[in-house]
């Protein structure tokens, strides 16, 4: 166990609806990454958030959007599902700093099922 | 930008074979490579990392991965694996200069027959 949690385990939408998706970071870290893993694929780098703010951002439209709060938890949201939008969301947090090494710690993710 | 890429999609093998999974990433810079595992059902696992130093990094459960920077490859073995090593396996890159972002390959999904 990494120490990252993730809410909820399971989630089923229709298209159209928005979704925020939950994230506790490590202990002691202060930046959250987010993941979606679509079936039969590797994880695509969504967006990135440190101290609070935006901290790079994959090829993802800007209907996914993101929060990182004082304590370093994190949520993702999107709006107007899509079907396409089905997938396991990851979450992963590291510490990122002068001298670190930004190794990304990752939770049990969220699956979103979009009908 | 880095993009990597798994030359195997699916190997299947028996208990005791030799393991290896190629990867191999493209961009100029320096970079940091991770190997993970998804047992099923499970999160991804760190299985070992190259930062810097010696290119050779052993990591948990025996397996180990060769960094060859002329190649651009990092490829992950087992000298002999075990019905347990059945799950995804998904080579990673970071380049340094883009921050804290992971860019993973398409995974390779190994079955190890008892």
């Known amino acids: 166990e990494t120490g990252v949690t993730q809410s909820p385990t399971h989630l089923i939408k229709t298209r159209g609806q928005q979704v925020t998706l939950r994230c506790s970071s490590q202990?002691?870290?202060?930046?959250v990454s987010w993941y979606q893993q679509a079936l039969g694929q590797g994880p695509q780098f969504i967006f990135q958030y440190y101290r609070e703010e935006e901290n790079g951002r994959g090829n993802f439209p800007p209907r996914f959007s993101g929060l990182q709060f004082p304590n370093y938890s994190s949520e993702l949201n999107v709006n107007a599902l899509e079907l396409d939008d089905s997938a396991l969301y990851l979450c992963?947090?590291?510490?990122?700093?002068?001298?670190?090494?930004?190794?990304?710690?990752f939770g049990p993710g969220t699956r979103l099922t979009v009908l | 930008a880095q993009s990597v890429s798994q030359h195997n999609h699916h190997v299947i093998l028996s208990e005791a074979a030799s393991l290896e999974l190629g990867c191999n990433y493209s961009?100029?810079?320096?970079?940091?490579l991770f190997w993970y595992v998804q047992y099923p059902g499970q999160h991804l696992q760190l299985l070992l990392k190259?930062?810097?130093?010696?290119?050779l990094v052993k990591g948990i459960k025996g397996f180990e991965a060769e960094f060859i920077k002329s190649k651009f490859s990092f490829n992950l073995r087992k000298p002999s694996v075990q019905w347990s090593d059945t799950a995804e396996y998904f080579c990673?890159?970071?380049?340094?200069?883009?921050?804290?972002?992971?860019?993973f390959g398409g995974g390779t999904r190994v079955l190890v027959k008892p």
């Open positions: 992963a947090s590291s510490l990122m700093g002068e001298g670190r090494n930004n190794e990304q710690f």
């Open positions: 961009y100029g810079g320096t970079v940091n």
């Open positions: 990673a890159v970071n380049a340094r200069a883009a921050g804290n972002k992971l860019t």
């Open positions: 202990s002691g870290h202060n930046t």
């Open positions: 190259y930062f810097s130093g010696d290119p």
